[in-house]
C-alpha cells in the first residue's frame, strides 16, 4: 500500500500561483511513477502531469504544458506540481496518484484525497 496525502491548494488570483505538494508513505517511493490529476466540479477527472520514477521523463496535457511542472524528491518522499499563469478554468480538486507501472492517463493504483485550487478571475 502507499499512502498520498496532498497539500497547498487554496484561493488565488488570475495569473497567481502555488506550488502542491504530494507526500508518500508505505512503499518505496522511488518504484513508482507519480501523476496528478484534476477534476472540476461538474466534469470528469483528467490527467495533468506525470512523472517517471527517476524523475528524469516528464508528461503534460496539452492544457498546462508551458505553466504546469511536475517535479519529485525521492529523499523527500514527495512529488510537486508547480502551478503558474493560474486561470479560472484551473479550478478543480487535484489529485495525486502513484502507479508501478504505467505514466499517463491511465496510471492509478494508488490516490490520494485531494487538494482544492480554486482560481478568481
Known amino acids: 500500500q502507499v499512502q498520498l496525502v496532498e497539500s497547498g491548494g487554496g484561493l488565488v488570483q488570475a495569473g497567481g500561483s502555488l506550488r502542491l505538494s504530494c507526500a508518500a508513505s508505505g512503499r518505496t517511493f522511488s518504484n513508482y511513477c507519480m501523476g496528478w490529476f484534476r477534476q472540476a466540479p461538474g466534469k470528469e477527472r483528467e490527467f495533468v502531469a506525470a512523472?517517471?520514477?527517476?524523475?528524469?521523463?516528464?508528461y503534460y496535457a496539452d492544457s498546462v504544458k508551458g505553466r504546469f511542472t511536475i517535479s519529485r524528491d525521492n529523499a523527500k518522499n514527495t512529488v510537486y506540481l508547480t502551478v503558474n499563469s493560474l486561470k479560472p478554468e484551473d479550478t478543480a480538486v487535484y489529485y495525486c496518484a502513484a502507479d508501478s507501472r504505467s505514466m499517463g492517463a491511465g496510471m492509478g493504483d494508488y490516490w490520494g484525497r485531494g487538494t482544492l485550487v480554486t482560481v478568481s478571475s
Open positions: 512523472i517517471s520514477w527517476s524523475g528524469i521523463s516528464t
